[in-house]
């Protein structure tokens, strides 16, 4: 028995489907009874029904009909919801805790007061030297990030049957501004020129004047105060200390054995950053692009003071060429991290 999708059959396809029923596959307009020249097919169709009524109850369907594919079984549609799971989604924390500064220029230069000539005490009517301070120079360079998505004109046709044209770009473009996203944290964290000069130095990199290596040691509280005074003294106050998440977990049990209180969560800290807690003076957060590994797990600890995104361009769409059945476009930022007082912050490295 035929069905028919959409508007429904026409008046000619009921009528073909009418004749089935009554002569089964005899063609059109043939004489199928004329007694008079001994023509009688009135069984022959007869049994042809018969065998087709039969052929159906036969043919019964279940869930397992047609044989397994890859999608599940022949005769039973599959339906695919709206959107798309994304495994690989990270979260971007010091990308929106960083300052972001605008920038003219290819490098983001400042000058540094390095050594006071300071005060003297002298005596009546001494004579007076100048007393000299030190300045310098520094300058980094702009670097220059790109996420580029292409739509070709089969997928978005094909896409349609699912959505719309515009879906398939919508969600190529959505990744393309996630993963422009950990891009900057991964580079914000991990940046080293020396390995690949077309990124920035991240704040491994810049921190290099207050280093503790615990040599494959787990941490100990003692040891975070410790880097708070090595900062203070270094005329430093960090206010933000960002680690990897064993790591975070393992300065909780610490606080909860030792102070007989859970960690205190962070009261306004923004967009959500998840588990933050207040220690001492700081806020201790955790990033998925922190090492991970033991051993090479460490604590950075951050006065935000210093620490910002210079900007010469600030993430922008852009559509390219057209030059074949596809649409091409990138997302492009030009910048760099800029730590304009490393001495200010502190890590701890080596972390079992």
């Not at 079984?73 to 972001?100: C, H, N, Q, S």
């Not at 004109?153 to 969600?171: L, N």
Request: net charge negative; charged share 20%; with cysteine.
């Amino acid at each position: 028995m035929k069905s028919y999708f959409g508007a429904g059959p026409t008046s000619s396809q009921k009528a073909y489907e009418a004749y089935e029923k009554s002569f089964a596959d005899l063609p059109h307009e043939t004489k199928y009874y004329d007694p008079w020249n001994g023509v009688d097919m009135r069984k022959d169709i007869q049994v042809k029904l018969l065998k087709r009524i039969e052929s159906i109850r036969k043919a019964s369907i279940d869930s397992q009909t047609g044989g397994a594919g890859t999608a599940g079984y022949a005769l039973i549609p599959v339906w695919v919801i709206p959107g798309i799971v994304d495994r690989t989604r990270a979260l971007t924390p010091l990308v929106e805790l960083i300052p972001r500064v605008s920038n003219k220029g290819l490098t983001h230069d400042f000058n540094v007061l390095t050594a006071k000539g300071g005060g003297n005490w002298r005596i009546e009517d001494a004579a007076l030297p100048d007393d000299t301070d030190t300045y310098d120079r520094v300058s980094v360079d702009m670097k220059f990030g790109y996420c580029v998505g292409r739509i070709t004109g089969p997928a978005a046709a094909g896409w349609a049957s699912w959505g719309d044209r515009g879906t398939a770009f919508a969600q190529d473009l959505a990744v393309k501004m996630r993963a422009a996203k950990e891009l900057e944290e991964d580079a914000i964290i991990n940046g080293d020129v020396d390995t690949n000069s077309e990124e920035y130095d991240g704040l491994i990199q810049w921190i290099s004047t207050n280093t503790t290596n615990l040599s494959s040691t787990p941490v100990t509280l003692a040891d975070i105060r410790a880097e708070f005074a090595t900062t203070f003294n270094a005329y430093g106050y960090p206010t933000l200390c960002v680690t990897d998440a064993a790591t975070h977990e393992y300065i909780k049990g610490l606080l909860h054995a030792y102070l007989r209180q859970p960690a205190q969560p962070t009261e306004g800290m923004p967009f959500g950053i998840p588990g933050a807690f207040f220690y001492g003076q700081a806020n201790f957060i955790k990033s998925q692009y922190m090492p991970t590994t033991s051993n090479s797990r460490r604590i950075l600890f951050l006065d935000m003071n210093y620490i910002y995104m210079a900007v010469l361009q600030d993430w922008t769409y852009e559509e390219l060429a057209k030059t074949n059945d596809s649409d091409k476009y990138m997302m492009k930022v030009y910048e760099a991290l800029v730590v304009t007082y490393e001495g200010a912050c502190s890590q701890i490295y080596g972390i079992t």
